[in-house]
């Protein structure tokens, strides 16, 4: 569960140590807040290396994503949009009827 701490609050050094000491050991996370508005996040390294990883799978996905539609689209380039939808249309049909 993220918690919310206040940035003016965290003017005790010792507070801040358990508050740092939390997030390392237990994996707690914090949302600071500058006057009430969130301004940034406290989390532990794990958890940010985490974040770093699913950025990254994120990314290769889109990659992926976008160079398999160029290639479909490069193996259509001789057809119609219409021939292409009536063969779409045709496969799906398959699929949910199949002979």
Do not use: C
């Amino acid at each position: 569960m993220v918690q919310e701490l206040e940035v003016k609050s965290l003017t005790d050094m010792n507070e801040l140590r358990q508050i740092l000491s939390r997030v390392r050991n237990t994996g707690a996370q914090f949302i600071l807040k500058h006057n009430g508005q969130p301004e940034a996040a406290l989390l532990s390294i794990a958890d940010l290396a985490l974040l770093q990883r699913m950025r990254t799978v994120k990314e290769r996905a889109w990659d992926d994503f976008f160079e398999n539609l160029s290639e479909v689209h490069a193996l259509n380039a001789g057809y119609t949009a219409t021939e292409v939808e009536a063969d779409v249309d045709a496969a799906i049909r398959e699929l949910r009827h199949p002979h």
